[in-house]
């Protein structure tokens, strides 16, 4: 079944927590109870550039991917980064991922955007499989420094 793609909807709320937190599970990593509420009213709020799609299986939030849109020096115009994407265990293996790519790819053409990019965990091999099948990485590493 393929999936259906759409924006996050104030009604999404609780899949959506429920999908991040797995997110975070995965990678080790606690947030404030803040921070997740600040990120989803990001997320909704109509002038925000944090946005949101979700992945609908039989009715059901199975995965989302998180983007914002923003301006570059090296374009005329605006870059879309995909900063985190996750599907739900239970629905892996049946194209959500793909799809959701493929949905954001589609969208930043239909607005215009320049460029779509993403990082990715080294050691992530399912996903790099999938990303490599889109494009080779292009060499950059990730520095971040918190503040």
Known sequence: MTPEIRDALP?????????????????????????????????????????????????????????LRHESSWVIGEDCYLEDMFVAPDARGRGIARALIDDLAALARAKGWRRLYWHADQANAPARRLYDSYVQADGHIRYRMVL
């Open 11 to 67: 009604a999404d709320e609780a899949a959506w927590r429920r999908l991040w937190a797995g997110y975070l599970d995965y990678y080790g990593v606690t947030l404030a109870p803040e921070v997740t509420a600040h990120t989803w009213g990001r997320m909704m709020d109509p002038g925000g550039r944090l946005k949101a799609r979700l992945a609908c299986l039989d009715g059901r939030v199975a995965g989302f991917a998180m983007y």
